[in-house]
């Protein structure tokens, strides 16, 4: 790496009048630097009454912009004494870096703050204007560091995700061939709810969708001994910050905003509008609204990392096993919806666990084990077992070509008959299961009295298990397997509508 940086130092008096001594303290403050990095040098390029030009070269070992800051606080110790000198402020009116890529981009890139070049395999990032606010955010590593990630992520564009088969079920014969979500809605058990993405369960479904929530915690999550918390529905973006979302799916959140206040003669305008027009004044109730500081629940772990954050496990707690079931997730699919497998609302339990990596390892085989039962002795299903791109990273917005033994996420797929041939259709993913490391942990600091930790989490979605199980078995109680029937028998009678 090469840089460049040419900034201005602003003193609160004048220097001409020692510009001799200026010189040499900035003599001895790149001597310093130069014991450290050889590669760096600063120049005065000017001085004129209390502006002090400065350049700073430098082949990467010590960032200019760290040394700038550095440098201010040596010349203000320096001479503040004598001369009663100080810098108030610092301005960059050119900053160079140039660096080389691993691989040459296959379409132009853009990055807020900069302008970049690049040439084969050699880009440039050119900045103008900073503060030094800018520089003490540490932008400028980050900003290399996206420049390199937007190159590497053109080469997965358009290209298929990471899947690995694992195992697989027998073949079934299967004498339904409907899409379940279809069926349902002629019969009146579900209802398109009033906004996009969204269903209304009437008690037929609603009593699948408990069933299927029943035997997941009976089957699966109590048998394992996790144990259930409630959280919010609601997240706050410092946690998406730590989680990857925020930079990963902005435009799948669901945003919440705030009343900026509760002063009924504010709000006095919008209520009139409304009653005189019967419409919503969306520019006047903008003037009452704060910006979004949070979102709707996206996925249950992040808030339940944030709920360890900073905190010291016992070991005789190894390993934290615990799920909620209560929070609903929103995710804005726009025009990838499709019936109550795909959809801006779905109901869902998630587990997560965090323990040792050995503990974690023998955990994910005991819930396999518990998850094939599910499928195989009370859903009766054909489905099958696949390494996959890693949820979280689909979730930061990035691909993944690798997926290890230890770390990484199996899909369970479910073979959804009235798609077509199980060879050329596309199966249902309906379960996942991830061991994350120690990503999540290290973003929110979690730790233990001896052990390293990781974590992981399994998240299973009601309206996948269930589209899973009606697509193969139908939605007629008596053609349900004995081990499902065990659990519902009979479904309620429902209303009958004239």
């Not at 079934?172 to 809605?185: G, N, R, S, V």
């Not at 065990?486 to 429902?494: C, F, M, Q, R, T």
Request: net charge positive; charged share 30%; aromatic share 12%.
């Amino acid at each position: 790496m090469i840089f460049n940086l040419r900034a201005t130092f602003t003193f609160s008096n004048n220097i001409s009048l020692i510009k001799n001594e200026i010189e040499t303290s900035i003599s001895d403050f790149n001597k310093n630097l130069f014991a450290k990095d050889k590669s760096i040098t600063i120049n005065i390029n000017d001085l004129k009454k209390n502006l002090l030009f400065l350049e700073i070269v430098s082949e990467g070992g010590i960032r200019p912009h760290n040394s700038l800051l550095q440098m201010k606080n040596f010349l203000s110790k320096d001479l503040g004494k004598k001369h009663h000198l100080g810098i108030r402020e610092i301005t960059i009116g050119y900053y160079s870096i140039n660096f080389n890529l691993e691989k040459k981009p296959l379409k132009k890139i853009i990055i807020p703050f900069a302008d970049v070049k690049i040439k084969e395999k050699k880009a440039q990032i050119i900045l103008k204007k900073v503060d030094e606010e800018f520089l003490r955010r540490n932008y400028i590593d980050r900003m290399i560091s996206l420049v390199k990630e937007k190159v590497e992520n053109q080469y997965y564009e358009g290209k298929e995700e990471f899947w690995k088969f694992i195992w697989k079920s027998k073949e079934k014969k299967h004498i339904w061939l409907k899409d379940p979500t279809e069926e349902m809605a002629k019969l009146g058990w579900l209802k398109q709810g009033p906004t996009k993405g969204k269903w209304f369960y009437r008690s037929q479904a609603a009593a699948i969708l408990k069933t299927m929530e029943k035997i997941a915690i009976e089957e699966v999550l109590k048998p394992l001994n996790f144990e259930e918390i409630i959280e919010s529905n609601i997240v706050p973006f410092n946690v998406w910050l730590k989680t990857g979302h925020l930079e990963g799916m902005p435009g799948e959140i669901y945003y919440v905003t705030e009343p900026a206040t509760r002063d009924v003669d504010k709000w006095e305008r919008f209520i009139d509008l409304t009653k005189i027009t019967k419409e919503v004044p969306f520019d006047e109730m903008r003037k009452n609204l704060s910006y979004p500081t949070a979102g709707i629940c996206y996925a249950q772990c992040p808030l339940i990392y944030w709920s360890f954050k900073g905190q010291t496990i016992s070991e005789d707690s190894l390993p934290v096993l615990v799920y909620d079931k209560t929070v609903i997730s929103g995710r804005y699919e726009s025009g990838g919806r499709h019936g109550i497998e795909r959809v801006d609302e779905f109901h869902r339990i998630e587990p997560v666990y965090i323990g040792t990596k050995e503990q974690l390892a023998n955990l994910r085989e005991k819930m396999i084990e518990r998850y094939k039962h599910v499928f195989n002795n009370i859903f009766d299903l054909e489905w099958r077992m696949a390494w996959v791109t890693p949820w979280y990273m689909q979730q930061a917005g990035k691909i993944s070509d690798t997926s290890s033994q230890e770390t990484g996420t199996i899909d369970f797929e479910a073979y959804m008959p009235y798609r077509g041939d199980r060879e050329k259709s596309e199966w249902l993913e309906f379960q996942n299961l991830s061991i994350l490391g120690d990503k999540y942990i290290k973003a929110f600091n979690i730790k233990a009295q001896k052990s390293e930790l990781w974590s992981g989490c399994s998240g299973i979605g009601l309206e996948r298990w269930t589209t899973a199980f009606l697509a193969q078995n139908g939605i007629d109680p008596k053609n349900w397997p004995k081990g499902f029937r065990k659990y519902l028998n009979e479904l309620p009678k429902g209303i009958r509508f004239l």
